[in-house]
T-cell receptor, first 115, second 117 residues
Framework: NAGVTQTPKFQVLKTGQSMTLQCAQDMNHNSMYWYRQDPGMGLRLIYYSASEGTTDKGEVPNGYNVSRLNKREFSLRLESAAPSQTSVYFC??????????????FGEGSWLTVV | AQSVAQPEDQVNVAEGNPLTVKCTYSVSGNPYLFWYVQYPNRGLQFLLKYITGDNLVKGSYGFEAEFNKSQTSFHLKKPSALVSDSALYFCAVRDAANSNSGYALNFGKGTSLLVTP
């Protein structure tokens, strides 16, 4: 029952460093998402991939890039980390885009601190 | 545009009492509405959703929610709270008619539920 798996779970970066958050789902879902969670702000969408081969910006895409490597995997890259990117990052997936009423399922989160 | 509001940052309930966590939404078309729960240092877990049909939706762990179109609300309820229900609860909305909003959900800021023994 793996569902959505994210790595790493915890990471500390120095300002200006780069890193990639990995995400994989084993539910044969078409759509995948990256959200960030900040205190008092709920979850905000960074990027999404409605289907394999497509990616689009969400609400807060600046400073991030994504790659939909295949149907299972969707990675998030921080090219030059900034303290403002300190956050908890969640990968999620759904069978079809949510405009079909499909449920989004979340990974366990990646805690990122940029110092 | 689509948005959701959770007017209470925190709700405190005694164990055994009924609980309500409030959510109101704004969409231009028909809404898809969801409730998720987050336990400390964990991801979000799906509780229930309203897509269409019966306004009273039943979900996991004894939770239910009532869709009220006239009040644009989707409040989460449970008849008898447990200490283990203490967690962060998120309401989320998707405009069924809007295909330009990222194929994703808009989340509220969350409501922290504390159930005391």
């Amino acid at each position: 029952n793996a569902g959505v798996t994210q790595t790493p779970k915890f990471q500390v970066l120095k300002t200006g460093q780069s890193m990639t958050l990995q995400c994989a789902q084993d539910m044969n879902h078409n759509s995948m998402y990256w959200y960030r969670q900040d205190p008092g702000m709920g979850l905000r969408l960074i990027y999404y991939s409605a289907s394999e081969g497509t990616t689009d910006k969400g609400e807060v895409p600046n400073g991030y890039n994504v790659s939909r490597l295949n149907k299972r995997e969707f990675s998030l890259r921080l090219e030059s980390a900034a303290p403002s990117q300190t956050s908890v990052y969640f990968c999620a997936s759904s069978a079809l885009p949510v405009d079909s009423g499909n449920t989004i399922y979340f990974g366990e989160g990646s805690w990122l601190t940029v110092v | 545009a689509q948005s959701v509001a959770q007017p209470e940052d925190q709700v405190n309930v005694a164990e055994g009492n009924p609980l309500t966590v409030k959510c109101t939404y704004s969409v231009s078309g028909n809404p898809y509405l969801f409730w998720y729960v987050q336990y400390p240092n964990r991801g979000l877990q799906f509780l229930l959703k309203y897509i269409t049909g019966d306004n009273l939706v039943k979900g996991s762990y004894g939770f239910e929610a009532e869709f009220n179109k006239s009040q644009t609300s989707f409040h989460l309820k449970k008849p008898s709270a447990l200490v283990s229900d203490s967690a962060l609860y998120f309401c989320a909305v998707r405009d069924a008619a809007n295909s330009n909003s990222g194929y994703a959900l808009n989340f509220g800021k969350g409501t922290s539920l504390l159930v005391t023994p």
